[in-house]
């Protein structure tokens, strides 16, 4: 079984950027596609960004373009580079397997003037 512990979120101007991190525990993170998450206020959890054991990546519509995932499968970690941030960005940012299974306590990102 997987252990994930996010870190890296902040409060943050429109236009800026983080990098949150995901370090995961368990031997075999590698074989596993990973996801970051996030939830809103009053809103679902959903789905931001995706990638494979393999790397690929893909991206929901809302974030592609501003968003990067990576992967760094020596230090069992998973990456998340949001730029240009917007307001509607404001979210508590998970990371699980994909799909997911036990969610941990996720990261606030909080984006505002």
């Known amino acids: 079984q997987v252990q994930l512990v996010e870190s890296g979120g902040a409060l943050v101007q429109p236009g800026g950027s983080l990098r949150l991190s995901c370090a995961a525990s368990?031997?075999?993170?590698?074989?596993?596609?990973m996801g970051w998450y996030r939830q809103a206020p009053g809103k679902q959890r959903e789905l931001v960004a995706v990638?494979?054991?393999?790397?690929?990546?893909n991206y929901a519509d809302s974030v592609k373009g501003r968003f990067t995932i990576s992967r760094d499968n020596a230090k069992n970690t998973v990456y998340l580079q949001m730029n240009y941030l917007k307001p509607e960005d404001t979210a508590v940012y998970y990371c699980?397997?994909?799909?997911?299974?036990?969610w941990g306590q996720g990261t606030q990102v909080t984006v505002s003037s």
């Open positions: 368990g031997s075999i993170f590698s074989r596993y596609a």
């Open positions: 990638i494979t054991s393999g790397s690929s990546t």
């Open positions: 699980n397997r994909f799909p997911p299974s036990d």
